[in-house]
Nanobody, 118 residues
């Protein structure tokens, strides 16, 4: 069965750092593009960062460019989001997302809460 399990969220002060992980199972991870999305209270879910199946291409929302880095380890079936210089506006539930358009499959994780507050 397909699983995307996020971890690493928590409470951090402004200016601090967190590293989110998303462990995948139940599908061929290396065939899937991976992304991180977030949803703040009262707001729509938005794309934060994405990475191609090989890890060769990444993209970021303008609001996180230069502060967040997405990486993946296909040997460990895991995608990461390193978040530095966190701001209060980064507070949200962060979701891992996997997509393979060739087989028309996509999966969501259950989310992990990130709270940036002093």
């Amino acid at each position: 069965q397909v699983q995307l399990v996020e971890s690493g969220g928590g409470l951090v002060q402004p200016g601090g750092s967190l590293r989110l992980s998303c462990a995948a199972s139940g599908f061929t991870f290396s065939y899937y593009r991976m992304s991180w999305y977030r949803q703040a209270p009262g707001k729509e879910r938005e794309l934060v960062a994405g990475i191609s199946s090989t890890g060769g291409t990444t993209n970021y929302a303008n609001s996180v460019k230069g502060r967040f880095t997405i990486t993946r380890d296909n040997a460990k079936n895991t995608v990461y989001l390193q978040m530095n210089s966190l701001k209060t506006e980064d507070t949200a539930v962060y979701y891992c997302y996997a997509v393979n358009t060739n087989v028309r499959a996509n999966y969501w994780g259950q989310g992990t809460q990130v709270t940036v507050s002093s």
